[in-house]
């Protein structure tokens, strides 16, 4: 079964993290092999709710650009160095491959053999036999006579001239192996010499005597059907494949390796095979270049965002489930048709929650508690103007499911979040800020919610500082920071240090906007800041 991420916007907010969290457990009990993750740090708000209810953080999703592990290609597809040339070649035969890995015994890739190295072999081979003695039994079709040596080295000779020529020429040493029919003086010879291997052709038969004697020598013999040219042509064939192996093609890819960089290499490259190994040089298998169109897309459910901007990098290339939000429609496309569900709510926990209802699945107690407090940090405690009477109907139930009380539970949920004292103006602003396009504009809007806002306000000049770096080393137009006071119920806004900032934000307001100005009962950027910036823009 396929994994399904499901996964909130970039710099994640509580709603993001504990819906995408709501969100796998129901999918999971419904079967779908469903993992939460985040795209970035988690703020203190989130981390508090999770620990409080002793939920794990959900592990970081770096991309879902497409991965070698991606693509469908030949997973265990590799042979051990001590098979023989034969019984490769018939493998790639079989399988309708041109290449295939070469492991040892522990499984870590030693060389691809491809079937041009094979050809070579055919052409270029010399007379010296490395393998063992079942590799030659296999490929001659063979019986075994004698059986000393497990694995055969030496230098293969074939009878082809007088007995008495060959003996009175030929100088025995225990690494000969000869090929010889029924010729009784030469077997004579060659088990007095104590040879490595005597194969009998065309099931020639050997005297009682020999015999006795190469048992007392150790010489090793088989006996094959075959005719001496026959044998004579198939027993280099027996050799270990290792024996062609020339290590000149290290080039390997990871499972983690990115498929589009894989492209671009293999045009320089030229190959056709490509073993695949994991992090310890163990192979895993072999992808041939027909196999990359063959290619499983990352399958992903969007929750609490619908904006490329927003989401994960590498997007694109991942296949779209579902998406869970209630904002604006956004730029997300898809090549097939989704569940998209989109509502007018404060919260994606409050859709998720409905979701819960559809399906007929019981909520967890810890479950709803997170949900809950999901919703008490998009709507404020219910106060926020992108409430909706279901956000409230729905926050009542999650107070049953859970035991909790969602006021006391607020004020815990932002005190937790007000803490400002062990991270830099820079990484408050970062920690929720999102990015919004306007034609070919952008501009970027972070949000810190405080029960109550004083201490940031005493080191303003610090976040005004901080704004203007952030803008200056982005391609957006302007950043502006909302500090939101919930005991105040209203926002202090700061901005990068640019006239035509002011300029908009004078329009967008019909004030005039200076560095922490209060806008009393602005509390929802997505409802009250961003759509006026964006008629304004």
Same mark, same amino acid.
């Given at each position: ?39 970035? @740090? ?28 991606? *693509? ?40 691809? *053999? ?114 001496? =040219? ?93 998406? *869970? ?36 699945? @019981? ?65 408050? *602003? ?12 952008? =501009? ?94």
């Amino acid at each position: 079964m396929d994994k399904v991420y499901i996964f909130g916007h970039k710099f994640p907010d509580t709603d993001s993290v504990t819906s995408a969290i709501a969100l796998e457990y129901l999918k999971r009990s419904l079967g779908v092999y469903a993992e939460a993750r985040v795209l970035g @740090e988690i703020n203190d708000e989130t981390k508090y709710i999770l620990d409080r209810f002793n939920i794990k953080t959900p592990k970081y999703l770096n991309n879902v650009k497409l991965q070698i592990r991606d *693509i469908i290609y030949h997973k265990d597809f590799y042979l051990n160095e001590l098979l023989s040339i034969e019984d490769v070649h018939d493998y790639m035969v079989e399988n309708n491959i041109t290449g295939v890995p070469i492991v040892d015994s522990e499984n870590n890739f030693l060389d691809i *053999i491809t079937a041009k190295m094979i050809l070579k072999e055919t052409f270029d081979t010399d007379n010296y036999l490395y393998t063992s003695y079942d590799n030659i039994l296999k490929s001659l079709q063979a019986s075994s006579v004698l059986r000393f040596d497990e694995e055969i080295k030496g230098v293969v000779n074939a009878v082809t001239y007088k007995s008495t020529t060959f003996i009175e020429t030929f100088e025995f040493t225990n690494e000969d192996i000869l090929i010889v029919g029924d010729r009784h003086s030469i077997i004579e010879a060659a088990v007095k010499n104590k040879v490595k291997l005597i194969i009998l052709t065309e099931d020639s038969n050997i005297k009682e005597e020999h015999l006795n004697l190469a048992k007392e020598n150790k010489v090793n013999i088989i006996k094959t059907k075959f005719n001496s =040219f026959k044998t004579i042509k198939k027993i280099m064939f027996s050799n270990y494949i290792k024996k062609i192996s020339n290590g000149n093609r290290p080039i390997t890819l990871l499972e983690t390796d990115y498929y589009d960089d894989f492209l671009e290499e293999s045009k320089t490259l030229g190959y056709n095979n490509y073993p695949i190994v994991d992090k310890n040089g163990k192979c895993k298998g072999l992808l041939r270049l027909t196999d990359i169109r063959n290619r499983k897309r990352k399958k992903v459910i969007l929750v609490d965002h619908n904006e490329i901007s927003q989401s994960v990098d590498g997007l694109e290339e991942a296949e779209i489930l579902e998406v *869970i939000d209630h904002h604006k429609i956004g730029d997300i496309s898809t090549n097939n048709p989704i569940n998209f569900r989109n509502m007018t709510v404060g919260s994606s926990n409050t859709i998720v929650y409905k979701l819960y209802r559809e399906s007929r699945i @019981e909520i967890p107690r810890d479950i709803a508690s997170i949900m809950l407090g999901g919703i008490i940090s998009d709507t404020l405690a219910l106060t926020s103007p992108t409430t909706t009477d279901y956000d409230k109907e729905v926050v009542e139930k999650l107070e049953e499911i859970s035991g909790l009380n969602y006021k006391e539970f607020a004020t815990d949920i932002f005190n937790a979040s007000s803490n400002i004292d062990n991270k830099t103006p820079i990484e408050l *602003i970062k920690t929720d800020i999102k990015t919004f396009n306007v034609g070919i504009k952008s =501009f970027k809007v972070s949000q810190i919610i405080m029960m109550n806002a004083d201490k940031l306000l005493k080191d303003k000049d610090n976040y005004i500082s901080a704004l203007n770096d952030l803008k200056n080393a982005s391609e957006a137009s302007f950043v502006l920071l909302l500090v939101t006071d919930v005991l105040k119920n209203g926002s202090y806004i700061f901005f990068d240090n640019n006239q035509s900032t002011i300029n908009i934000l004078s329009r967008s307001f019909d004030v005039n906007v200076y560095e922490g100005l209060f806008l009393e009962d602005i509390v929802s950027r997505k409802k009250q800041v961003i759509p006026l910036i964006m008629e304004n823009e």
